[in-house]
Each structure stands twice: as C-alpha cells, then as structure tokens.
C-alpha cells in the first residue's frame, strides 16, 4: 500500500511539471514579441479595416506591437492555411470572415485546413452587410431599372467579387436567380481591386461590403442602388434593401478574431475580453458602425457555433446553385 502510494503521489507530481510549460507561457503571455493579425485580403477591405481598428487599440492595452499582415491569394486559403499552421502560442491571429471561414468549405472540393477542427474562436466582431453599387455611367438608379437594363442587354453587364467562392459572388448570383437576369462573373483578389475596376469601367456593377463600399459612395465615385440586409440601413437610410424588389433577399458578411487551435484557454479569454471592451470604445463604434458595420461581440462558444451554422447556411446555398471549385 505504501508503494502504491508513493507511485500515485509520483505519477500526480510527473503530470503537474508536465503541466507547467503550457502554464508558465500563458502566464507570461504577451511578451515584447510582436503579435501577427493576419487579413486574407488586400488593404482598403472590410476585414483590413476592421483589423487595423481592432489592432492599434489591441496593442495599447496589451503593452506590445500588433502587426497587421495582408496576404491575399485564393481566395482567402493563402492567409487562412497560414494561420492553420502557426504555433498556437498567441502570437498569430487571424481576422476571420465568412468567404475563407465558411465558404471556402462548401464550394471548394479541398482545403489545405479544417475551418473547423483548426482554429478556435475569439469573437464574432462585427456583421456586415453587403451594398450593390454601379458605376456611375450605367443608367440604373434601383435594383428593378439594374434587372430592366440587363434583361435588355444580355451579355453586357458584369458584376466583380472578391473571388470565385466569395461571399459577394454568392450574392452576386442570388441576385441573378431570384432576379431572373445573367450579369457576367469576374472575380478579383478582394473588394478593394474590383472597386478600382468599377470606378473604371471595366465591370459595371459590385457588392462589396459597407466598409469598403460606402467611402466611395460617399465621395460620389460609386452610385449605390441596393442593401443586402433585410432592412435599410441607418448609415444609408435613401438606398432600398433588395428584398424591397427581390422578396427573401438577404446575403450579409460577417469578421471575427480567431487563433491556431490549441492555444491556451487563458490568452484565448484575455483576447476575447481585450477585444470586446475595444469593440465598445466609443471612436470604434463610430467609425465602424459610419462604415455599416453591425458591432455584435460574443463569447469564444458562441463564435465557434456561428461558423458552424454559417457553414451548414451556405452549404446549401453552394449546393443550390451548382457552386464548386476543384
């Protein structure tokens, strides 16, 4: 019985100093090192922005230096599968949003990640709905005169996402099926590329998000003629939602704050405290609902079940409308 005992106190002591590296770096977490928010898309998009908003603030209150890093490329996979592979020890984040996050696993065949088993959730940040913008040389005003005018120039009417799979491609279709009109698909690497295209030209219509839309509204370069949320928007109360034409129209992105799976349970809720406290600051909530953004905030749980609802909403969606890459 003694022996037992000695071996059980043994055993108890050998899985404790096990134990303690995990605990000793959470606890010394963060150190000068500097933090990596990685952003899928170019600069001028609505996950950049809301990561350099979210990032400068972040770095005050933790006493460090966030990095933004943008890596573009597939989609959003480049960035995505990056973030998958980095040591899960706090010092790489991702700014997660539902084309990499939630679409990218039901229209593409293989992904170098598990959007699921690979990351852990921090906080759902923000929704953000989509506006249907026209260059300014196309004579439309609504979505009723943009269905009009493609139903009589068939062929002639072009719509940019930010990508074959992204979300404002699915939206972009949506809106051909439910109108029951073929604007050609031209996917770019992100919204901010596609708009530059738009402003010249070169496609004639758009949705990108509020944040990377409305600048350009705003200044007159872009004409707006629709939301894609079920209701107007207090940021554009003059630009009709499309479900006012198009009943049952809805198609809304969303961004959020993730990690490397694995990593420790006490950073991954100083993370989510420090970012939801920011997201109430009074200048972030101005500049982010002035862009359209819907400030939302949640609990690591509660974010993790989002994705996995998004994916499970737009699977059928992808399915639907035949939306697959190899």
């Not at 943008?70 to 790489?92: E, W």
């Not at 593409?108 to 953000?128: H, N, R």
């Not at 439309?140 to 990508?163: D, M, Q, R, W």
């Not at 939602?241 to 490397?260: C, D, I, R």
């Amino acid at each position: 019985m003694k022996l037992a005992s000695t071996l059980a106190r043994l055993a108890l002591a050998f899985c404790a100093c096990l134990a303690l590296p995990l605990s000793a770096n959470a606890q010394g977490w963060p150190t000068k090192q500097p933090i990596k928010f990685i952003v899928v898309y170019p600069p001028g998009g609505a996950s950049d922005v809301t990561a350099r908003l979210i990032g400068a603030k972040l770095g005050e209150v933790l006493g460090t230096t966030v990095i933004i890093e943008n890596k573009p490329g597939a989609n959003g996979i480049v960035a995505t599968d990056f973030v998958a592979k980095s040591a899960p020890d706090g010092y790489t984040m991702l700014m997660a949003n539902l084309g990499p996050n939630a679409l990218n696993p039901v229209v593409y065949k293989k992904l170098p990640y598990d959007a699921i088993k690979d990351f852990t959730g921090v906080t759902l940040t923000t929704i953000v709905p989509q506006v249907v913008v026209v260059n300014q040389d196309l004579p439309v005003k609504s979505i009723s005169e943009l269905i009009t005018y493609s139903k009589a120039n068939p062929g002639k009417v072009s719509f940019g996402s930010a990508g074959h799979g992204a979300s404002n491609h699915l939206s972009g279709e949506l809106l051909n099926a439910l109108g029951g009109i073929k604007m050609q698909h031209v996917p770019y690497k992100g919204d901010a590329p596609s708009i530059v295209d738009l402003m010249g030209g070169s496609i004639q219509v758009a949705l990108p998000t509020t944040v990377a839309g409305l600048p350009h509204v705003r200044s007159g370069k872009l004409r707006a003629i629709g939301v894609t949320s079920k209701k107007r928007l207090e940021s554009l109360p003059d630009v009709a939602a499309v479900a006012e034409t198009l009943p049952g129209y809805e198609a809304v992105s969303w961004g959020g704050v993730m990690v490397p799976a694995g990593t420790p349970k006490d950073i991954v809720h100083r993370l989510n405290v420090e970012i939801n406290k920011i997201l109430k600051m009074p200048d972030i909530v101005a500049k982010l609902e002035g862009l359209g953004a819907i400030i939302v905030g949640s609990t690591p749980e509660e974010f993790d079940k989002y994705v996995k609802d998004e994916i499970a909403k737009w699977g059928k969606v992808a399915r639907d409308n035949n939306i697959a890459i190899d």
